[in-house]
């Protein structure tokens, strides 16, 4: 079976198989030593990372980096705006209610971009505002949210950007020196080719030294992950065979000419996608000058039936995604991380077509 749903994605044998290795406990120096590769190939996926922020490494989906960043980072007595355009951003929202944090929610339509007008006018009523938590490629409808352009608003204004980048990390392009990044969240299961279950937020060294934990979660508190693992400890028991499988796919990575060579196989086969479905008259849901390179959303032709479409591919060996929320039975998603190779989309062409020409309207 191909997985083409947004993570976990189809593993490749190196990578399936570090998950069965020999067993092994946490408190032993082979344990320690394997994290501190982790977080060192972490660190490396970008050249840029490394100057000013650090990987830290936790056990729990993308959901848990996400709520660990706004746990830890976003402030308890300064606001938060934050940016929703889709499932993703309206989650963050979610998570700071939750916590009981100080924030204002600018909603956008899903099929919208970011409005700066409307961003700067938030910050500029707001005065308290110090933080933007925004979703880099809001996985929902496929876009790639334009974070240049937040940079410079950011930059200009002095705020910090804390950054869901699950759905784009190693896969798309990141500024880490011209971003005001205080943090970005990832994982393991998407661009990075991994196995799900372990996570990671990188933060600002600066903030890491100097600031203190913003967390009401004892759990999601990234500065009591990062206190161990500056001794080469970990607060908690990590899940070791993930561990083991995402370190094999960060040496993957690295063998296939890092996260540039990989966005440029993503482009090559999301495009090709976008081309075979326009030939069949279905127009993916985003602009390709808006869209990323890891997902295409496709809106649903009335006379397709969602769950036959989802039935039929699955028979055939590929599993895609439907939409969430309101687009739940109306577009259809496709991701292409993982392994894919050339064949696997060229059969999944021929089977799309053949679906197309059966079911006319
Ligand atoms: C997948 C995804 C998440 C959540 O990841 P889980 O692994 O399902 O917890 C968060 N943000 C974005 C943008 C995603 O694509």
């Known amino acids: 079976m191909i997985l083409l749903n947004p993570g976990p994605v189809s593993l490749t044998p190196r990578v399936r198989q ?3 290795g020999d067993d092994l406990c946490h408190r032993e120096p082979e344990c320690a030593e394997m994290l501190q590769q982790i977080r060192q190939k972490l660190d490396h996926v970008y050249p840029d990372t490394s100057s000013n922020h650090e990987s830290i490494l936790l056990t729990g989906s993308g959901t848990a980096a996400v709520e660990a960043m706004l746990a830890s980072l976003a402030p308890r007595d300064s606001g938060t705006l934050v940016l929703c ?32 007008a409307s961003i700067e006018r938030l910050l500029e009523k707001h005065p308290s505002i110090t933080h933007v938590a925004a979703v880099h490629h809001e996985t929902t409808t496929g876009r790639l949210n334009n974070l240049p352009a937040l940079a410079e608003l950011a930059e200009r204004r002095g705020i910090k950007i804390l950054l869901d980048a699950v759905s784009s990390f190693a896969g798309e392009p990141i500024d880490w020196a011209a971003w005001s990044l205080e943090a970005v969240a990832a994982t393991a299961n998407k661009c990075v080719h991994g196995a799900p279950g ?18 009401p979660s004892l759990y999601l508190d990234l500065f009591t992950y990062h ?20 370190l094999t796919a960060l040496h993957e990575l690295e063998e296939t000419d890092g996260w540039r060579s990989r966005h440029e196989r993503y482009q090559q086969l999301s495009r090709s996608l976008r081309d075979h479905l326009a030939t069949l008259g279905v127009s993916a849901l985003i602009p ?45 998603r496709i991701a292409n991380m993982g392994a894919i190779s050339d064949a696997d989309w060229k059969r999944l062409f021929e089977i799309i077509t053949d679906y197309f020409q059966r079911n006319t309207r």
């Open 85 to 116: 355009n889709g499932v993703y951003g309206e989650r963050m929202a979610d998570m700071l209610a939750r916590q009981s944090k100080p924030h204002e929610r600018l909603q956008h339509s899903w099929e919208s971009a970011w409005d700066m």
């Open 18 to 20: 570090a998950l069965a």
């Open 227 to 246: 206190t161990a693992q500056a001794k080469g400890d970990t607060p908690f028991t990590p899940s070791v065979p993930t561990c083991r499988a995402l």
């Open 288 to 332: 390709s000058t808006a869209a990323a390179a890891t997902l295409t959303a496709f809106p649903l032709p009335d006379h397709i039936d969602h769950q036959e479409w989802h039935d039929y591919l699955k028979a055939n060996g590929f599993i895609i995604y439907g939409g969430q929320g309101k687009y739940a039975e109306n577009i259809f």
């Open 198 to 215: 372990v996570s990671f937020v990188f933060v600002e060294k600066s903030r890491l030294s100097a600031a203190e934990s913003q967390s």
